[in-house]
């Protein structure tokens, strides 16, 4: 399948341990945030969203934080599990509407048994 | 229910050459979108659509065209393939109504350009 990227940072877990991922986005005007996770050969699939006048949200396994002062995101996956392996993405749209959403580079995650 | 269905998967061009990348959805989404994905450096905007007949241009738009003459179709053209068009393309839509911006993407399309 596709490969994704060769040059990613990865982030290494054991199986079962809880997993966080960072990203810090560039747009302080940013109202809208989602992560995305791709597996590989595949196109990504959504995870998570969060807006700005939110600073947490939890999901299925999965919470993300929101630090405004500090323009940074992050995806915490807790019971890590072999199916979580994959690249994740943050991203941003811009304030004005959501037609434009930028994409961060991506983080691989590896979770070993 | 398909989703976003893209073809081909794989194509080889060389420069110079023309082709048009296939991008169908079958959800009535009005708003959709070709990005590229280069190693290191995440998926980039390169046109996007909200709805027949209306286009715009994303991040990196030169090189590419693109139409909407239907709610299900989104072709990207390249008029005239470079090296530096060698890439994975995702097709991606979403309803307009959502509010937000949950797009549902393509398996993706691998071009390589000689």
């Known amino acids: 399948g596709e490969s994704v990227g060769l040059h990613l940072p990865t982030l290494s877990v054991q199986e079962g341990d809880n997993s966080i991922i960072n990203c810090a986005y560039s747009n302080s005007a940013s109202d809208y945030f989602i992560w995305y996770k791709q597996e590989s050969g595949k196109g990504p699939q959504f995870i998570i969203d969060i807006r700005s006048n939110m600073d947490k949200r939890q999901g299925q396994r999965v919470t993300v934080l929101l630090n405004k002062t500090v323009k940074h995101l992050s995806l915490q996956i807790a019971a890590t599990q072999p199916g979580d392996s994959a690249v994740y993405f943050c991203a941003e749209t811009p304030g004005g509407g959501y037609n434009k959403l930028i994409f961060g580079a991506g983080t691989r995650l590896a979770v070993h048994p | 229910n398909a989703g976003v269905t893209q073809t081909p998967k794989f194509q080889v061009l060389k420069t110079g050459q023309s082709m048009t990348l296939q991008c169908a959805q079958d959800?009535?989404?009005?708003?959709m979108s070709w990005y590229r994905q280069d190693p290191g450096m995440g998926l980039r905007l390169i046109h996007y659509s909200v709805g027949a007949g209306i286009t715009d241009q994303g991040e990196v738009p030169n090189g590419y065209n693109v139409s909407r003459s239907t709610t299900e179709d989104f072709p990207l053209r390249l008029l005239s393939a470079a090296p530096s068009q060698t890439s994975v393309y995702f097709c991606?839509?979403?309803?307009?109504?959502?509010?937000?911006?949950?797009?549902?993407f393509g398996a993706g399309s691998r071009l390589t350009v000689l």
């Open positions: 991606a839509s979403r309803t307009a109504s959502s509010g937000a911006n949950v797009l549902t």
């Open positions: 959800m009535n989404h009005e708003y």
